[in-house]
């Protein structure tokens, strides 16, 4: 189905057609519309159009109202101040939009117009290490952009950049050569290992290898040649390596599974996938000028871009032992991205901590051409993730929170919530208390990170994330079972959109907010704004709970067309709720 006008865009249209009837010269002016308290929308346009044709505003204002049409798509419109229009639509446009929306499996939403390819590159944790809560962002707002803009028609490519590659790798595989079995899973036959397994094994080696690299001096000697057998594709070394990038997938999808987020093996590419590119990517830049050598090592030098002691910073892409660093890395994956993936935006849901060196990065493929104005590079930079205190999250002991506890403590507070909802009532079986926990806790962690604004740190505040009050997950999805209790009580009646009847002011409210769906869709994406998703859901939320409260639905049961009316209305808020919230990766119970 073709996608919906929203009312908005139409109202819009017929105000820009009457200021190009009225002042010709004019003509594709933007009416500068936009909601408002007084009435459904504002057109504040005028003032500078009549300002530059050094007109009257008011008089402007009164000649442009006096062409627009009324009656069908606009119920009023009036001259206000100085020269704004306020105006206000029909009931019968409001649900005749609305029903068309309804029509459509996508909800009227339209494809965007240029729609591209975009690679994000998000949730990248490190081979050998334990996920932490400083990986929780990129790997949740990563995945909602991921959704967001394959809605609205992007192709995208996903990029799951893990740290697979550096010195600690000598030490690990020296030590597991040494030591052959200390990866041996107790586990005989095809018994899958657990995620905690692998890690646990992970630990362990890590540790054993750590102690031994600072206590044995030979031991150290021998680790740091096995970095150079690595680098330089010692077939040993190589299938030990992969040993510890397999046991530690298995760790990682086990996390990922738990927050609900579908990993491929084909979307993990991690440092080591760009290891044949580095000799090349150094040379195209020392031969263009780009980088030059500063005592040995190959360096490009801005003057833009400062360090913390206000001294000019440079991009180190080699360093003076030959070595590469994560400049000489993420450069190559620019060139990847864009050559073979004919990516035309590239996204990077990276800590806010790390952007003078993706600014630099982002810099250095400009001037080597590799990005251009058809070609850009974003970085979505993310906050800290801060406890109650307002400090860095750590345990009690001062140590970084491992993600699966805090994930296993949401699921455990969040079930707590649901059976103590559900004791008086009894409506929902065990099981269902144990699936419902399950959603409503992982739902309650991202809720609390996607609705913060990314650049932002915020609190990590487990009591807050589960309350059934306030803006929080669990309030959107009591709100969508609310919806589905309703529907499925209505008896012999069905939703059904009634374009005949006048609205009461809090149908008007839902119902033109629930038009707002698309273009909400279209700006998120636009601006890597996934907390304005959140935003646009919980106040769909709130409307519905004012509208149920004052407009009756099923008891005390309405005349026959209004209360069809009210169930449809009760329908696309639900349908609209659960694709908003599938769009930031959280399921919403059909009953809580």
Not at 308 to 328: C, H, R
Not at 473 to 501: F, K, M, T
């Amino acid at each position: 189905m073709a996608s919906v006008p929203s009312l908005a865009s139409s109202v819009d249209q017929r105000v820009a057609d009457a200021i190009a009837s009225a002042l010709p010269e004019a003509g594709g002016a933007d009416a500068m519309l936009r909601r408002s308290d007084r009435a459904d929308f504002q057109a504040n346009g005028i003032l500078a159009l009549a300002k530059k044709a050094k007109a009257n505003p008011r008089e402007l204002a009164t000649t442009v109202v006096g062409s627009i049409p009324t009656g069908d798509l606009i119920k009023d419109i009036e001259v206000s101040g100085p020269g704004f229009l306020n105006i206000t639509v029909s009931d019968r446009a409001i649900i005749e939009t609305l029903a068309a929306r309804a029509g459509d499996d996508r909800l009227g939403v339209p494809y965007a117009a240029n729609a591209g390819t975009t690679v994000i590159d998000y949730a990248q944790p490190n081979v050998a290490k334990e996920m932490h809560v400083g990986h929780l962002r990129s790997a949740v707002i990563g995945a909602a952009m991921v959704e967001i803009l394959e809605f609205t028609g992007e192709k995208v490519v996903r990029r799951h950049h893990i740290g697979d590659w550096g010195t600690q790798f000598g030490m690990l595989i020296q030590y597991l050569i040494e030591h052959p079995h200390e990866l041996d899973h107790k586990a005989e036959g095809d018994t899958e290992v657990s995620g905690a397994e692998a890690m646990s094994n992970l630990n362990r080696l890590y540790k054993a290898s750590r102690a031994l690299f600072d206590s044995d001096e030979e031991f150290k000697t021998r680790a740091r040649a096995r970095v150079v057998d690595l680098q330089a594709g010692d077939e040993q070394t190589l299938a030990m390596w992969q040993r510890f990038v397999d046991e530690s997938k298995i760790y990682f999808y086990s996390v990922f599974d738990k927050l609900d987020m579908d990993i491929q093996d084909p979307d993990v590419v991690g440092e080591s996938g760009y290891n044949d590119m580095l000799v090349e990517t150094c040379k195209l830049l020392e031969d263009s000028g780009v980088a030059v050598r500063s005592n040995g090592a190959l360096c490009v030098f801005f003057d833009e871009y400062k360090g913390p002691d206000g001294n000019p910073t440079p991009l180190i892409v080699q360093k003076s032992d030959g070595g590469f660093g994560y400049a000489a890395t993420d450069l190559s994956a620019i060139r990847d991205r864009v050559g073979n993936l004919k990516a035309d935006t590239l996204l990077y849901v990276v800590d806010a901590r790390q952007s003078l060196h993706f600014k630099m990065v982002f810099e250095t493929a400009r001037r080597a051409g590799w990005l251009n104005d058809e070609v850009k590079a974003v970085q979505l930079a993310f906050g800290t993730v801060l406890g109650k205190d307002g400090k860095p999250f750590k345990t009690r002991e001062g140590e970084t929170v491992r993600l699966v506890d805090l994930l296993d403590e949401a699921v455990e507070r969040a079930t707590s919530v649901v059976r103590e909802k559900d004791k008086d009532r009894g409506f929902l079986s065990e099981q269902e208390i144990v699936e419902n926990g399950l959603q409503v806790g992982i739902g309650a962690v991202k809720y609390a990170d996607l609705s913060t604004s990314a650049a932002r740190d915020y609190k990590f505040d487990l009591d807050q994330m589960v309350s059934l009050t306030g803006d929080t997950s669990v309030y959107l999805q009591y709100a969508y079972a609310r919806i589905r209790s309703i529907l499925r009580n209505a008896g012999d009646r069905s939703p059904v959109a009634h374009p005949e009847l006048e609205l009461a002011p809090a149908e008007r409210a839902l119902g033109l907010h629930l038009d707002q769906f698309g273009e909400l869709i279209a700006e998120a994406a636009a601006e890597q704004a996934p907390h304005k998703v959140a935003a646009y859901l919980y106040q769909l939320s709130s409307l519905f709970t004012t509208f149920y409260t004052e407009c009756p639905v099923v008891k005390p049961e309405p005349e026959l067309v209004v209360g069809e009316n009210r169930l449809f209305l009760c329908d696309l808020t639900a349908r609209t709720l659960t694709k908003g919230m599938s769009l930031l990766g959280i399921r919403t119970p059909e009953r809580l």
